[in-house]
């Protein structure tokens, strides 16, 4: 592994574990067995390297969200649907991302508020118009309830899955995956058609 990738990974596992503000360079450096200077020779400054990782993170999500459809193409839309919210919730299995990923949604450092929300707001504008899609084309298979609008369809994803990614953190797999069962069947009554 490269240097500049052995950061990143000491500092998304610093960064998931202790928050932006308890994580210092000279820490990550120590880990890394290097001095604190080097790392100026791969990253600009603390923040940069957060912002990378955050944007890996947002990044990481929207792959998933192309994996699936792609995988699903041929589905009946309920399965697409379905494996599309379980794919999400994925993220929490990978080492220490999910928890960053939660910490830095939740809880974004104060001193990069501004870069965090712009940061997001250019994801779930990617991920909005994936979603769009996808509503698109539960409507065109009669699959989704003909009364229910998109931004209200984008909306209870985003419910579902944020709590389903909460959830990941609290309970065992087989726990989460009778309480996903549950969930999804309320989800899919109040989205589906007839």
């Known amino acids: 592994m490269d240097t500049r990738s052995h950061l990143k990974q000491i500092a998304l596992s610093r960064f998931a574990r202790h928050g932006y503000e308890g994580v210092s360079l ?15 020779n791969h990253f600009e400054s603390k923040a940069a390297l957060f912002l990378e990782l955050a944007d890996d993170a947002e990044n990481a999500i929207l792959a998933l969200v192309a994996e699936s459809l792609a995988s699903q193409r041929q589905a009946p839309f309920e399965q697409r649907l ?18 960053f990923y939660k910490r830095f949604l939740l ?9 965090a929300r712009a940061l997001s707001a250019r994801a779930e504008q990617r991920l909005d118009q994936r979603l769009g899609e996808i509503f698109s084309a539960g409507q065109a298979d009669a699959a989704l309830h003909p009364a229910l609008d998109e931004a209200a369809f984008i909306a209870a994803f985003y419910c579902l899955v944020d709590g389903l990614l909460s959830e990941t953190f609290m309970y065992d797999k087989a ?3 009778r309480r996903f069962e549950g969930v999804w069947q309320v989800f899919w009554r109040g989205v589906r058609a007839g």
């Open 82 to 99: 379905r494996h599309l919210v379980e794919c999400c919730c994925t993220i929490s299995y990978r080492e220490h991302q999910g928890v």
């Open 26 to 40: 000279a820490q990550i450096a120590a880990e890394a067995g290097i001095k604190k200077p080097s790392i100026y």
């Open 175 to 177: 726990a989460l995956a």
């Open 107 to 115: 809880f974004p450092p104060q001193e990069l508020s501004v870069e």
